[in-house]
């Protein structure tokens, strides 16, 4: 059984479709990437399985549990977690209450998680008590993404987590993506980079205007002409 499944997923903004029939999978263990231009529907996608969406028709499963429906609050409390496009951390509060209000879904907040956080993200806790507003581009990324991993999901979302960084950090970024995941948690990861997102997934699919059009093995999307063309910049 997939760890998250969408079946025949048809999402609307009003009278607007933005998701036209979405059918995927993400397996426990993966790290699947979903990639396509603006306005393609890939934070519509991500929104749709964390339920601030819910699907006109079709059904989004995770565990062979049907969670599309579900208010987002319930669907973190089952273990997906979703650091947001523009990354929305709360400005105000500083690095740690920011962590802690990841951990929404728990009792309380555990130090280990803390811990783990900190050990993927040490410039975190360099900053732990500064209002995360205040912080640069990059560390509000990462504070986004720790705050994410604060719930302990099964299943992380993530919305772009390389938009706006400096080469360098985009590189850190994405060697922690893939810390997380030998760590065990599974991931959807949406990017517009996608030579560095389909570096490190396992598998990927193309959305192209509420539609999938590609699915396949990461390598092979790295080598289909299609994708060479329309989103590795190659003529
Ligand atoms: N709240 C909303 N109200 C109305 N239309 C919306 C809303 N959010 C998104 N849309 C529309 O739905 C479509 C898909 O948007 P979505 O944000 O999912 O795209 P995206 O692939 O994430 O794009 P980007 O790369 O720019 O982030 C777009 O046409 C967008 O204008
Ligand atoms: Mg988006």
Do not use: W
């Not at 951990?103 to 900053?127: G, Q, S």
């Not at 999901?153 to 400096?166: H, N, R, T």
């Not at 598998?203 to 590795?232: E, P």
Request: net charge neutral.
């Amino acid at each position: 059984m997939p760890m998250l499944e969408l079946n025949d997923v048809n999402s609307y903004y009003g009278n607007i479709q933005a998701l036209k029939g979405i059918t995927l999978s993400v397996d426990q263990g993966e790290i699947v990437c979903l990639i396509g231009s603006n306005g393609a529907g890939k934070s519509t996608t991500l929104k749709t399985i964390s339920g601030l969406v819910h699907p006109r028709t079709g059904t989004v499963t995770l565990e062979g549990k049907v969670i599309s429906g579900m208010p987002a609050h319930e669907v973190a409390g089952l273990g997906v977690a979703q650091s947001p496009e523009g990354r929305r951390i709360f400005p105000r509060m500083t690095v740690l209450e920011n962590l802690e209000m990841g951990a929404f879904t728990r009792p309380a907040p555990d130090p280990a998680d803390l811990d783990r956080v900190f050990e993927l993200f040490p410039r975190l806790k360099e900053r732990i008590n500064q209002k995360a507003g205040t912080m640069s581009g990059g560390e509000q990324q990462m504070l986004a993404m720790g705050r994410a991993l604060m719930a302990r999901p099964k299943v992380l979302l993530l919305d772009e987590p390389s938009m706006g960084l400096a080469p360098m950090l985009v590189d850190v970024i994405f060697g922690i993506i893939r810390d997380i995941n030998a760590q065990g948690t599974t991931v959807l990861l949406v990017e517009q980079n996608a030579l560095q997102a389909l570096s490190i997934a396992n598998r990927g699919y193309v959305i192209q205007t509420g539609k999938l059009v590609l699915a396949d093995d990461a390598k092979s999307l790295l080598k289909n002409d299609m994708v060479r063309k329309a989103y590795l910049g190659e003529e």
